[in-house]
């Protein structure tokens, strides 16, 4: 098993910043994905931000591109999510997730929430206009 604990959320001002943290613990993979995801009220969960187990390739959804970084720093086994110039519709519980297994099948990157398979209890994002 592995388990997931995300920190950081909370209110901020449209065009102000956030910093998320994720740190995973339990049983370890040898070829992983770690990503962010989010779910606002009434909608379904989304692809936010994902990196491949190396570190070396990132993914992000249209709508963060240029405004969120994903990273991870090996030596803290922690997993960041930098949110900048942060929008009223980025509002909504973020979790960070782990796939178990590649992050690219050879024709796409497995982003899809329903293809990771541990999950954070999520924080909160709220950004006020």
């Known amino acids: 098993q592995v388990q997931l604990a995300e920190s950081g959320g909370g209110l901020v001002q449209a065009g102000g910043s956030l910093r998320l943290s994720c740190a995973p613990s339990?049983?370890?993979?040898?070829?992983?994905?770690l990503g962010w995801f989010r779910q606002a009220p009434g909608k379904e969960r989304e692809f936010v931000a994902a990196?491949?187990?190396?570190?070396?390739?990132?993914r992000y959804a249209d709508s963060v591109k240029g405004r969120f970084t994903i990273s991870r720093d090996n030596a803290k086994n922690t997993l960041y999510l930098q949110m900048n110039s942060l929008k009223p519709e980025d509002t909504a519980v973020y979790y960070c997730a782990v796939r178990t297994g590649r992050f690219y099948s050879g024709s796409s990157y497995y982003l899809a929430p329903g293809e990771y398979d541990y999950w954070g209890q999520g924080t909160q994002v709220t950004v006020s206009s």
């Open positions: 990196l491949s187990w190396s570190g070396g390739v990132t």
């Open positions: 339990g049983r370890t993979f040898s070829n992983y994905a």
